[in-house]
């Protein structure tokens, strides 16, 4: 299987902070990753699919982007709505996989 | 748009079945070439890929489920169904049916494996 190690495991910022997080997997994953948000209660949201694409009625403030096999989601200014838990996700072999998640607080 | 919405009993007794139905509107599942999966999340914890099914009916499990996970598809009632068989404690978790493709999913549903 292909391991999803995701750093931090929780983050503490403030609104308008830039923050980051990462996804390393542990080989070529061809760039087939989403990133997700989920709060609590409900259902992941798709953000980002193929590692950089944002996903329609996603705000501009969310990026992806890729360096071989690592993995970022970038939220430019993060905004009290942006609280949640936040997921990787490979797709490019079987079985997909998630990194462990990165719970953001304000 | 899609609508995905998982139904099935809240409680099941450990070593019994697991079943699980998807009902889907807004698409039609035999005439688009998406795979629908099956993903769950227990309490505080991540999500849980359990497998994939075209609605040709070829399916893909994960391995550390294989031998007790069934999937299938009945394009009548435009509905996927899950079956995961010798239930325990460990399998108590909230479950989302996912078009794939698109990134579309269930509210989920909360089922508790207990006596």
């Known amino acids: 299987d292909i391991q999803m190690t995701q750093s931090p495991s929780s983050l503490s910022a403030s609104v308008g902070d830039r923050i980051t997080i990462t996804c390393q997997a542990s080989?070529?994953?061809?760039?087939?990753l989403n990133w997700y948000q989920q709060k609590v209660g409900k259902a992941p949201r798709r953000l980002i699919a193929?590692?950089?694409t944002l996903e329609t009625g996603v705000s501009s403030r969310f990026s992806g982007s890729e360096s071989e096999t690592e993995f970022t989601l970038t939220i430019s200014s993060l905004q009290p709505e942006d609280i949640g838990t936040y997921y990787c996700?490979?797709?490019?072999?079987?079985?997909?996989?998630f990194g462990g998640g990165t719970k953001v607080e304000i | 748009q899609v609508h995905l919405q998982e139904s099935g009993p809240g409680l099941v007794k450990p070593s019994q079945t697991l079943s699980l139905n998807c009902t889907v509107s807004g698409d039609s599942i035999s005439s688009t070439s998406y795979y629908w999966s099956w993903i769950r999340q227990p309490a505080g914890r991540g999500l849980e890929w359990i497998g994939r099914?075209?609605?040709?009916?070829?399916?893909n499990y994960n391995p550390s489920l294989k031998n007790r996970v069934t999937m299938s598809v009945d394009t009548s009632k435009n509905q996927l169904s899950l079956k995961l068989s010798s239930v325990t404690a460990a399998d108590t978790a909230v479950y989302f049916c996912v078009r794939t493709a698109t990134g579309s999913w269930g509210q989920g549903t909360q089922v508790t494996v207990s006596s």
């Open positions: 080989q070529d994953i061809n760039y087939r």
């Open positions: 193929d590692a950089s």
């Open positions: 996700q490979q797709f490019d072999s079987l079985p997909v996989t």
């Open positions: 099914i075209y609605p040709t009916g070829t399916t």
